[in-house]
């Protein structure tokens, strides 16, 4: 059973980094593409970042292409995003998620979530 946590949320000047942590505590992710939600408030969760279960071919929207990047530690079940210059757009609650097969986009095709975790970036 695939039991997602994330951390490493918090407050940040506009510049600034932060790194997301998302860990499975199920222990069966390893073979579930993964990906990087995020939803600000009054808006719809919006697609991040996504790799497949071997950690390749990492996917990015476009509007965090060249700063944020993805990554996963296979054998600690933990997945990652490094996110570098951040902006006050940045902000919003960020959620992991993991699905079989290839990684997508859309976060209705992700089977599990996990609980969120805040990032706010000050101007």
């Known amino acids: 059973q695939v039991q997602l946590v994330e951390s490493g949320g918090g407050l940040v000047q506009a510049g600034g980094s932060l790194r997301l942590s998302c860990t499975d505590s199920g222990g069966s992710v390893r073979s579930y593409a993964m990906g990087w939600f995020r939803q600000a408030p009054g808006k719809e969760r919006e697609f991040v970042s996504a790799i497949t279960w071997a950690g390749d071919s990492p996917i990015y929207a476009d509007s965090v292409k060249d700063r944020f990047t993805i990554f996963r530690a296979y054998r600690a079940n933990t997945m990652y995003l490094q996110m570098n210059n951040l902006k006050p757009e940045d902000t919003a609650v960020y959620f992991c998620?993991?699905?079989?097969?290839?990684?997508?986009?859309?976060?209705?095709?992700?089977?599990?979530w996990g609980r969120g975790t805040q990032v706010t970036v000050s101007s």
């Open positions: 998620a993991a699905k079989r097969w290839v990684p997508e986009v859309a976060p209705d095709q992700y089977a599990y």
